[in-house]
């Protein structure tokens, strides 16, 4: 999905790995170049919306915002 922080462009994927033993999950933040701007693990049970998206880019991208839910 495509969010806009401040004047930037900014597309946020969730990549799930399922795996009956140890399920996992990569949230990425790409600039409108294709760039990769951050990377996080995530739980494989997090929920992606276009306001998380946005609220991880307004804090900077930072691990906690996201965890923290």
Do not use: C, Q, Y
Request: aromatic letters at 4%; zero cysteines; a negative charge.
């Amino acid at each position: 999905m495509t969010v806009t922080h401040g004047d930037e462009r900014i597309t946020v994927s969730l990549d799930i790995e399922p795996d009956e033993d140890n399920p996992s999950a990569m949230l990425r933040a790409h600039d409108a170049g294709g760039d990769l701007l951050a990377e996080v693990r995530v739980p494989p049970s997090f929920k992606l919306t276009r306001a998380r998206a946005a609220a991880w880019a307004e804090a900077e991208f930072s691990a906690d915002s996201v965890r923290r839910g």
